[in-house]
Each structure stands twice: as structure tokens, then as C-alpha cells.
């Protein structure tokens, strides 16, 4: 069954903020700044600004992930897959398909520098192009047509 993704509405924030908790709390408490009030903002900040999207195959809900069109750059971000989904390839399967939907774009994200999402997206291209106090920015080059 192919990936989708559909705009989440105000009936999925406590799913979205629920999984964005579950996947970075501990990579949050390992450097000292897990603070759920700052973690339901920045969801709500998103969520308000109609940039997440719920990332679904068939019926089952696979994650979230938030999305601002800049033009020629698209700029990741919440990107959060369900645990029990996480290194078994489900992550690569929705890039490959965000960037189907987005030809012949560059991609900007910031990974939390003691997340092991670095690797991920390494893997899918991206290469480090800044620093911030606690992020990495990350960037793909478009891929030619």
C-alpha cells in the first residue's frame, strides 16, 4: 500500500505531541532541555501554522512530519515515526515518497545533535551544512530530473 499524507487537524494534536514526546524525550533529558510546555508549544506553533502532516498506510497512522515550502527548498521538520516502526526502513520508504510529491527540490532539516537521526539522514543524502547550539542543519541538494 502506498504512503500517504493528509493535513492534521486540531483532532490529532495529542497523537502528534503524544509520539513527538515518546520519540525525543530521552535524546531531550540526555542534554538537559525536555521541558513539556516547550514541546506542546513548538507542536501547537506547528500545528497552527497547518504545516504537519499525519504520515498514513491504509488505516494504520506510521508517524507525523511537518513540511514549509520555501520555493526551490522544502524544509523538514517533527519528523516522528511510530518506535515500533523505526529501523526497519519505514522512514527511507516516506522520504523516497515525499520527495516524489516534491520533484527536483532541495531539502533542509535541524536533527538534534545527540539524536542518532544524524546517521538516518545521512543515509538519505543529506550532508551537514551549519551548526546551531543543539542542532545540526542538514541539507540535500535537488536531484536533477
Not at 492534521?8 to 502528534?16: G, H, K, L, R, S
Not at 516522528?80 to 515518497?97: D, S, Y
Request: hydrophobic share 45%; proline share 4%; charged share 30%.
Amino acid at each position: 500500500m502506498a504512503i500517504r499524507f493528509r493535513p492534521a487537524a486540531e483532532a490529532d494534536f495529542n497523537y502528534v505531541l503524544d509520539l513527538s514526546i515518546r520519540t525525543m524525550r530521552a535524546h531531550l533529558e540526555r542534554i538537559g532541555r525536555f521541558d513539556p510546555a516547550r514541546r506542546r508549544g513548538r507542536m501547537r506553533q506547528h500545528l497552527d501554522a497547518g504545516s504537519l502532516r499525519v504520515i498514513l498506510r491504509g488505516g494504520e497512522c506510521l508517524g507525523c512530519l511537518g513540511l514549509y515550502d520555501h520555493g526551490e527548498r522544502m524544509e523538514l521538520h517533527s519528523f516522528f515515526l511510530e518506535p515500533r516502526l523505526q529501523g526497519r526502513g519505514v522512514g527511507a520508504e516516506i522520504f523516497a515518497a515525499l520527495c516524489a510529491l516534491h520533484p527536483g527540490r532541495c531539502w533542509w532539516i535541524e536533527v538534534l545533535k545527540e539524536s542518532p537521526a544524524r546517521r538516518f539522514w545521512e543515509r538519505q543524502g543529506f550532508v551537514l551544512v551549519g551548526e546551531l547550539p543543539f542542532d545540526w542543519v542538514m541539507e540535500r541538494a535537488a536531484e536533477a530530473s
